[in-house]
């Protein structure tokens, strides 16, 4: 099964369709007069597609189980077809693509068998995903070449050659994949005023997004936070309290991160952890989707 451990809950909707077609009118008639000698063929075959989206994982090896918290299957009846549509929601870390698809094909699979002693001419076509929404998905193909990013790194050991920096260079490598330049790249030691140096240049330079990486733990050096929050004007509480809550559920001491989060002017500043996976995990729980504030920070609605 796929790695989805790194991902974060959101809504996911599937849309799925299946048609099952008969060969003469009277196979409709009875369906719509509820005549079948099986029983009801809408309700029995709604019931199984119900099932059939809630056990998907237990017969596609490759899917996850997840919750499913809506289900609507509805029919629409045009000449000797029948056209199945399956909506499926759920908020979890995978789509439910898969299950919407399963569900169509059981109902079709209902139909049929129902049908098929009074109608050998049945058939089921066209099972197909009609529309999914949810996760980073949608958002994946963004780029956003016009923001220019400056990374700095607070730490006395790599500023003072005696350790290799990993995570301003991981921070660089993921704003890339976003087609984001990093235009700034500077490394000062965990001194208060310099960080606040660093930082009043910087914002005052035309750069659009600002990321510190380290100095935001509990350590007697650690004064990022310190240095970063009085001179931050719109603070957004939201953004560190996401990416904490995103990394205490992989690890037990994320909650001890005090990274801050808000505007200088019209730089958004972020303050991210000095080791590499504590930055990969914030990465994850916060892009691309962050990059909205900019069009929100421009006066555009959500």
């Known amino acids: ?129 009609l529309k999914k929404l949810g996760g980073k998905s949608d958002l994946k193909k963004l780029k956003f070449p016009e923001i220019k990013a400056a990374v700095v790194v607070c730490s006395d050991s790599v500023f003072e050659k005696t350790a290799e920096d990993a995570s301003g260079k991981a921070i660089i490598n993921r704003l890339a994949q976003f087609s984001i330049d990093t235009e700034t790249y500077t490394i000062v030691p965990d001194v208060l005023e310099d960080i606040q140096d660093t930082a009043k240049k910087l914002t005052d330079n035309n750069i659009s997004l600002l990321i510190f990486t380290g100095g935001t733990g509990l350590s007697p050096r650690d004064v990022t936070p310190e240095a970063i929050s009085p001179l931050i004007e719109r603070k957004i509480d939201g953004i560190m309290e996401t990416a904490r809550k995103y990394g205490q559920e992989r690890m037990p001491y994320a909650m001890l991160s005090r990274g801050v989060a808000g505007f200088i002017g019209n730089t958004l500043v972020l303050t991210f952890p000095g080791s590499k996976n504590g930055v990969e995990e914030y990465m994850d729980a916060l892009f691309p989707q962050i990059l909205h504030l900019f069009n929100v920070n421009k006066g555009q609605k959500h």
């Open 1 to 129: 099964m796929v790695n989805i451990t790194k991902k974060s809950n959101s809504l996911r909707i599937a849309i799925a369709t299946a048609t099952v077609k008969v060969s003469k009118q009277e196979t409709i008639d009875a369906i719509v007069q509820r005549k079948i000698p099986k029983g009801d063929v809408f309700e029995f075959a709604r019931a199984a597609g119900l099932f059939g989206v809630k056990k998907t994982s237990d017969v596609i090896p490759d899917c996850h189980p997840l919750p499913i918290e809506f289900t609507s299957i509805t029919y629409e009846v045009v000449d000797l077809t029948i056209l199945i549509t399956v909506e499926v929601h759920t908020v979890y870390k995978t789509g439910v693509e898969v299950e919407a698809m399963h569900g169509a094909s059981v109902t079709a699979l209902t139909m049929y068998d129902m049908l098929k002693p009074i109608d050998k001419g049945v058939e089921i076509q066209n099972i197909r995903l």
